[in-house]
């Protein structure tokens, strides 16, 4: 018996165990001509059939009459196999779930019974049904934990002159910009009361000149300077540096151009628009070397750029390049050689000495004041020492007593 009221017991049969699928053997390769001794020596393997029997010892080697189309093309044997598990497959299922009645002894011997649920009663139709309630009502937002609150509604924006561009976009008006900041600064900067500025530092004293009266400065000292000899030293530091110094007294004599000419290959040479250079380019050019002005392209293909200076620093061998005075700069950069004109005259021994007769009036200076030491010369790359990288590979200077 059930052990429910109302509680169908259904005992279902179990399935049948599905039929193993067969593949039969396959030989991949069928010899029709006659084997080798080695061949023919072997065990010849059972062939399976497409019904499941195995074959015996054959007395022979098979040939092509003992082999279904199954067996010469594995795929179709394959299908066909499985389309035969397949359909016996399908066979089984149709009886495998059908129902058995059993007797009340059975279902209360039996002891793998399952139950199932029987259907809802129906409504009778009788006075007495019971009314269903009617569905609750959903909670309005009162009667939820959280209360939405709506934002406030954005302010209007401010009335807009006539014509003028709407607030909060790019108009590229600069009057306009600036009109908002000048009418907040126009009552002062307005003080942070947290945080109040401090008061303003008192000045701060001149700065002493080096050596100067009352001077705390201490003024520093070159171990290669002669003061007795301020030529010298600066020859010494130019050769030092890498370049060439030449010190003539007089007038440069005609053996050294031709000197440097048939040397350095120059028949090509820049001048800077110097006075002393362009002197110096003028004898040049009597001796049949093509002299133009410093421009991009004929300092680009020159050998030579001929330049003159303002001052020499005696204890670096620099010489100082004014390019107010020179014209620009591409004299003394684009050629492979420079060749600076300078006097004895304009030689200083340190670098503060020539920096202080500048002066503080920034309208004095030019755009660009080189100093320039030797050739150029850069050892960014592995601090390996390489010369000709920004400017020049040669440096000869021509100092005039």
């Known amino acids: 018996m059930s052990p429910l009221p109302g509680v169908a017991l259904v005992r279902r049969r179990p399935p049948k165990p599905a039929q193993p699928l067969v593949v039969g053997y396959v030989p991949t390769t069928v010899h029709a001509h006659r084997p080798s001794p080695q061949i023919a020596a072997r065990p010849v393997p059972a062939v399976r059939r497409e019904t499941g029997a195995v074959a015996g ?4 080697r098979p040939t092509m009459d003992d082999l279904s189309p199954e067996d010469l093309d594995p795929v179709n044997g394959f299908l066909a ?68 609150d709506p934002p406030p509604p954005p302010p209007p ?5 006539a014509g003028g561009p ?4 790019e108009h590229g008006d600069r009057g306009q ?3 908002g900041a000048r009418s907040r600064l126009a009552g002062g900067i307005p003080t942070n009361a947290v945080h109040p500025p401090p008061p303003p530092p008192p000045p701060p004293p001149p700065p002493p000149w080096i050596g100067g009266e009352g001077s705390n400065v201490p003024e520093p000292t070159y171990a290669n300077l002669d003061p007795d000899d301020v030529v010298g030293t600066f020859i010494q530091a130019v050769e030092e540096a890498g370049g060439i110094c030449h010190r003539i007294e007089g007038e440069i004599p005609d053996i050294l151009l031709d000197q440097l000419v048939a040397e350095l290959d120059a028949w090509e040479i820049v001048v800077s628009a110097e006075p002393a250079a362009v002197a110096l380019g003028e004898r040049l050019a009597g001796r049949g070397v093509e002299v133009s002005p410093a421009t991009a392209e004929n300092a680009a293909r020159a050998a030579i750029g001929v330049t003159a200076a303002v001052a020499g620093i005696a204890v670096t061998g620099s010489v100082v390049l004014d390019s107010r005075q020179a014209g620009g700069r591409l004299a003394s950069l684009l050629p492979a050689v420079h060749l600076c004109v300078l006097s004895v005259d304009q030689l200083v021994a340190t670098p503060a000495d020539f920096l202080r007769r500048l002066g503080d009036n920034p309208d004095a200076l030019p755009s660009a004041l080189v100093i320039e030491t030797g050739p150029s010369r850069t050892g960014d790359i592995e601090q390996l020492l390489t010369l000709g990288a920004h400017g020049p590979t040669r440096l000869h200077v021509l100092v005039i007593d």
């Open 57 to 60: 010892p054959l007395s022979r």
């Open 177 to 179: 910009f600036l009109a």
């Open 166 to 169: 709407p607030p909060g976009t």
């Open 81 to 148: 196999a499985l389309r035969r598990h397949l359909s016996s497959g399908a066979a089984d299922a149709d009886t495998a779930e059908e129902p058995i009645q059993m007797t009340p002894a059975e279902e209360a011997s039996s002891g793998d019974d399952v139950p199932t649920a029987e259907p809802p009663p129906q409504d009778s139709g009788s006075g007495d049904d019971v009314p269903a309630s009617p569905p609750e009502p959903e909670p309005t937002i009162e009667q939820r934990d959280e209360v939405f």
């Open 157 to 161: 924006p401010p009335p807009r002159a």
